[in-house]
């Protein structure tokens, strides 16, 4: 028997509201709340909150002395088409050239890595 239930995965960044709409602009959703903790609702799927962290430091990928700590896997359709969106909504490439795998690494506008896979 589970101890517990997953309730949101949480992300700190420097602005909480900014980082939530670039995720609702990649997976849709709502995005709920102001100031140092905010929501994302997504349709039919787990919620995202965002949470102010003074002081961050995004992670270092790849970096074996600064680790990533987690990342989102967001599964899509058209790798190129998703990847268009993306980097227009301010995401950085970080590990896209092989473009035979069935995913690609990008860094959201915080730094945190988040992978679009064709998976």
Same mark, same amino acid.
């Given at each position: 028997?589970?101890l517990?239930?997953?309730g949101?995965?949480?992300l700190?960044?420097?602005?909480?509201r900014?980082?939530?709409?670039?995720?609702?602009?990649?997976?849709?959703?709502?995005?709920e709340g102001?100031?140092?903790?905010?929501?994302?609702k997504v349709?039919g799927?787990p919620?995202?909150?965002?949470?102010?962290?003074?002081?961050?430091?995004?992670?270092?990928?790849?970096s074996?002395d600064a680790?990533?700590?987690?990342?989102?896997?967001?599964?899509?359709e058209d790798?190129? #088409?998703a990847?268009?969106?993306?980097?227009?909504?301010g995401?950085?490439?970080l590990d896209?050239?092989d473009r035979?795998r069935?995913?690609?690494?990008? #860094?959201?506008?915080?730094?945190h890595?988040?992978?679009?896979?064709a998976?």
């Open positions: 028997m589970a517990a239930k997953l949101v995965v949480v700190d960044c420097p602005d909480p900014a980082l939530a709409g670039f995720y609702a602009e990649v997976v849709g959703g709502t995005v102001e100031g140092d903790w905010v929501n994302l349709p799927g919620s995202l909150a965002f949470q102010a962290a003074p002081g961050f430091v995004p992670p270092k990928w790849p074996a680790s990533q700590q987690f990342h989102l896997d967001l599964v899509v790798m190129d #088409a990847e268009k969106g993306v980097l227009a909504l995401a950085k490439p896209t050239e035979s069935d995913f690609r690494v990008y #860094a959201d506008p915080a730094g890595p988040f992978c679009l896979c998976c």
